[in-house]
């Protein structure tokens, strides 16, 4: 199975669907939109709806109920992106090796478009048609909850007040699970909400969280690793920022080579939590991609 071939047809497919809910016909409002276009659809390999699609077919649920969802966690996430860049969080000039939103729309437009994104994504998903009203009630709760002060807000906090300050391992494990685990999560548990399945009791639904965690944290070990020797230009954005910004980070814990043992014992627990489950292929080969990414 080529994952990246998956991926990229995946992202073609949703792109289209990205870029019809941006657009407006209201001529006051296009440098806004202009914006919310700019970065969401400026690449990226798309793994959170690309995680919302195959969720949703492993447990038999139809691609139509999970396009919504899938648009809705890119929007979110593409929010966080535009907000974590601002000077008054990381300060980032480049994403996906182009300038940043803030550096050419300006830090107003640039905090409006974050904002109307992740409100973007909620409302796609409060009005996603194509399932239960009541299962679109739950997601739409659910990355709620995911997105705001316990999930990836509060995984931010956590992070922006650890700069400068050593802090202990399970702080930076709770930051990571909320930062960047929270919308993997959500983006998981969307799939699996749009083939139906709302109660968390469901093996289904438990197997969908084991996934997350494990691929999660990973995402965040190999992006860690890729800071300190990652290729900038693959990267599309510049290395070395963490130490920049005296992050604590895995590898302040560990050496490379132990930190790339833990992402593969991350990832076969996270492979080991959908085997049971007759057309896993496609999310076993993502975790797989994930742990050896060089980008």
Not at 43 to 51: A, D, E, Q, S, V
Request: charged share 25%.
């Amino acid at each position: 199975m080529d994952i990246a071939k998956l991926l990229a047809e995946n992202s073609e497919k949703i792109d289209v669907y990205l870029e019809k809910y941006l657009q407006t016909d209201e001529k006051e409002l296009e440098t806004l939109y202009e914006a919310m276009r700019y970065s969401t659809l400026s690449g990226g390999k798309r793994i959170r709806p690309f995680l919302v699609m195959e969720f949703c077919r492993l447990f038999g649920g139809c691609e139509e109920a999970a396009i919504p969802f899938a648009c809705a966690i890119e929007y979110v996430h593409t929010s966080s992106l535009i907000h974590d860049d601002m000077p008054c969080m990381d300060n980032d000039a480049l994403r996906r090796g182009r300038p940043t939103n803030h550096v050419v729309f300006g830090e107003d437009i640039a905090l409006l478009a974050g904002d109307a994104l992740i409100t973007r994504g909620y409302e796609m998903a409060a009005r996603n048609a194509e399932v239960e009203p009541s299962t679109a009630l739950a997601a739409t709760a659910m990355l709620l909850y995911h997105a705001g002060a316990v999930g990836m807000m509060g995984g931010q906090e956590i992070d922006l007040l650890s700069e400068g300050k050593k802090t202990d391992f399970s702080t930076l494990m709770k930051m990571h699970e909320k930062k960047t685990g929270a919308l993997i999560r959500a983006a998981c548990l969307l799939g699996v909400m749009a083939a139906g399945i709302t109660d968390e009791r469901d093996e289904r639904y438990n197997a969908a969280v084991k996934y997350a965690r494990g691929v999660g944290l990973t995402f965040q070990i190999i992006d860690d690793i890729l800071d300190v020797e990652g290729d900038a230009a693959l990267l599309g954005k510049a290395t070395h920022a963490d130490a920049a910004l005296e992050k604590t980070t895995f590898l302040s814990f560990m050496s490379i080579d132990e930190a790339k043992d833990y992402a593969k014992k991350l990832t076969e627990e996270a492979i080991a939590a959908i085997a049971p489950f007759d057309g896993n292929e496609a999310l076993t080969e993502l975790a797989k991609f994930l742990l050896t990414r060089k980008k």
